[in-house]
């Protein structure tokens, strides 16, 4: 048995499973998945034993959460560890979080975190030298670190906090943490802080510690692989090129070769994009072939390939002076011509195997680099002396370890709910199906499911959660609901975070509310229904992937990497969207819920989700099964 020095409470069931795995990853210096369900305690399950061996055998711990909010749950806990050991944590955010001049500077506001560095650094050593600098870095210079130390090691703020500790001094939050952190045996950040080379490396600096004396926790690892593919993609839209042309345009368009300008380059990038979109893009984009875009570009300026070289280095030049230029005068470091330029080079010499080239339609026609191994980025946690991957719903492990590249030998931890499977059920429809192909044959398919829809609704009347495979499909079912005499709520494409929360909170504060929301949306993967705040989930349909051009190359990179395309590229992420859905029903020990599959194709999933079954009545079988849990006196029978 483990020693228990700073878990801090009585440990139940899986929890102790969860940290002996850990201690011994630990001890071996590996790696360990650990999927456990909501209300398992994850976070002190990880958090303890690793400041335990940290401590002991000089080593640090980074936990790193997806959004900058989940932090504070990690602040909690150690919180916790602290009042009975002290143990100092700290969290960490960017600038664009945490810099107090953003506030009267609102031209740097939507600066990422390389530019932002660069005109802080400025800023920073004007200041230094005692010039009109950064007025809260000028203030930190003078100011006594040491009470503020002592205080945050014994409130262990969170980032928020911080900051407001920070304000009666006018000192920036941002610097003051940094000096911090170099005290904190657990430091809390956003993946980006590991993931991007450029800030690892400030941030291990910060922490004084070197990578494989790091532990590294990482929060809803279920995301990971998507994120790191998205943190190494990259595109050049055709908006791009009008801006880069426009910026040509202000600085006088300097020629590139002979009878070529910068705006001239750009509108014939423009037209070999939308030549390229028109040819290729089938429904939403299409794959381009290796050699194409360099090919029309030398038939184009009837050149060689290292005349596009050169005239590529001639713009990444022009680009990096007005970058420069703009630094000096103390804007934004940023030139659309340089990152035109720094694409079209990074296009031209992209490793085929480890990247798709697309072109993407709609709107905004683009090409794009997309990454297709996330270990890329992911890798270098096996640089680390261990690191800890948790989420509720990883499942099948063997695909998150092979897609983030952790070793064969990782420990791979299954534990159950713990949860009663009891206090859940989940049946199907055998007969009804959102597949395309049934759908575009069978045109009364719709309606069938609509009136299921209604009737679940009027018999069932308890706050209920109908999700969908995607906002379209979710359109076409928005009127099922109408008239019912219910409240009616709808998570919406690109609703801002307080939109979605105030939705969320009228649907909680309901009594049989209805809530429309996707699948694999900020709903279904990030906000709690405990209590009776949620009863019934209907999912219409099964969130299988859109077979786009850059699906498909996925799916043939995993194929070709792992002999399993389907299984991982498919199979895997369409398990975890619906479980992520299904799983609001269930947060608390407490909590009751039905799921009904409106998908006979919920049968292939039996492996993964032994408990479904078929059911012929789902109304009859859902009331009966809330009927056993709850009092329904009240209900309207049909
Ligand atoms: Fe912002 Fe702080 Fe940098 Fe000043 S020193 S620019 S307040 S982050």
């Not at 080593?59 to 916790?80: A, D, G, M, P």
């Not at 279920?222 to 801006?243: F, I, M, P, Q």
């Not at 996707?518 to 009776?532: A, L, T, Y």
């Amino acid at each position: 048995m483990r020693s228990k020095t700073l878990f801090p409470y009585e440990p139940r069931g899986n929890q102790k499973i969860i940290m002996e795995h850990i201690d011994a990853a630990l001890e071996k210096g590996g790696h360990i998945i650990a999927e456990s369900g909501t209300g398992s305690g994850k976070t002190i399950c990880s958090l303890a034993p690793s400041l335990e061996y940290a401590l002991k055998h000089r080593k640090k711990v980074l936990y790193l959460t997806r959004t900058n909010s989940q932090q504070k749950q990690v602040i909690i806990e150690l919180r916790k560890i602290n009042q009975q050991s002290k143990v100092f944590g700290m969290g960490m955010q960017g600038r664009g979080n945490m810099c107090p001049l953003l506030e009267e500077r609102p031209d740097l506001r939507n600066g990422n975190a390389e530019e932002l560095s660069k005109v802080c650094g400025d800023l920073k050593k004007a200041s230094a030298d005692g010039g009109k600098g950064c007025p809260f870095f000028s203030k930190l210079l003078d100011f006594d670190v040491e009470g503020l130390a002592a205080l945050a090691r014994e409130k262990i703020p969170t980032v928020e906090d911080f900051m407001e500790m920070c304000k009666p001094h006018d000192i920036c939050p941002y610097e003051a943490n940094k000096i911090l952190l170099k005290d904190a045996m657990v430091v809390t950040a956003p993946y980006i802080y590991f993931f991007s080379p450029m800030i690892r490396r400030a941030l291990l600096d910060w922490m004084k510690v070197h990578i494989s004396d790091l532990i590294v926790i990482i929060d809803e690892a279920h995301n990971l692989a998507d994120y790191a593919r998205e943190l190494h993609s990259r595109d050049l839209t055709v908006r791009g090129l009008e801006l880069s042309g426009h910026e040509a345009m202000e600085i006088g368009n300097p020629r590139l070769t002979q009878g070529l300008d910068i705006n001239g380059a750009c509108t014939l990038f423009q037209d070999i994009v939308s030549a390229t979109a028109s040819e290729y893009v089938i429904e939403d984009d299409g794959l381009v072939p290796p050699s194409e875009i360099e090919t029309q570009l030398m038939s184009r300026l009837s050149s060689t390939s290292r005349d596009v070289q050169l005239m590529l280095m001639n713009m990444v030049t022009h680009g990096d002076i007005i970058r420069e230029t703009r630094r000096k005068q103390g804007k934004l470091p940023r030139s659309h011509i340089f990152k035109t330029a720094c694409f079209m080079q990074e296009w031209m010499l992209l490793e085929e195997s480890e990247y798709a080239k697309l072109v993407c339609g709609g709107e905004n026609t683009a090409l794009q680099a997309y990454c297709l191994n996330p270990a890329l980025a992911t890798g270098i946690l096996k640089d680390c002396h261990s690191s800890i991957h948790l989420s509720g719903t990883i499942s099948p492990i063997s695909e998150y370890r092979d897609s983030i590249g952790l070793p064969e030998d990782t420990d791979c931890l299954l534990l159950p709910s713990p949860f009663s499977k009891d206090n859940r059920l989940i049946i199907y429809a055998e007969d009804m199906t959102t597949r395309f192909e049934t759908l575009a044959m069978d045109k009364e398919m719709l309606p069938r499911m609509k009136k299921l829809i209604r009737e679940i609704l009027e018999n069932i009347p308890r706050n209920t959660l109908l999700f969908f495979p995607s906002f379209s499909l979710m359109k076409e079912f928005a009127d099922v609901a109408n008239d019912l005499g219910r409240d009616v709520h709808f998570e919406q494409q690109g609703m801002t975070q307080d939109e979605l929360m105030t939705t969320v909170a009228d649907f909680k504060l309901g009594t049989g509310a209805i809530m429309f929301a996707v699948m694999g949306g900020r709903i279904s993967e990030g906000i709690d229904f405990p209590d009776r705040e949620l009863e019934v989930a209907i999912l219409v349909g099964i969130p299988y992937p859109k077979p786009t051009a850059r699906q498909k190359a996925l799916l043939n990179y995993c194929d070709r990497r792992f002999g399993k395309g389907w299984e991982y590229t498919v199979k895997a992420p369409t398990v975890r969207k619906m479980m992520q859905s299904i799983g609001r029903l269930l947060r608390r020990e407490t909590d009751r819920g039905v799921a009904i599959v409106l998908d006979s194709r919920m049968a292939q999933f039996k492996t993964e989700v032994p408990e479904i079954r078929p059911s012929t009545q789902p109304i009859k079988d859902a009331r009966e099964f809330l009927d056993r849990q709850y009092d329904f006196v009240n209900i309207p029978s049909k």
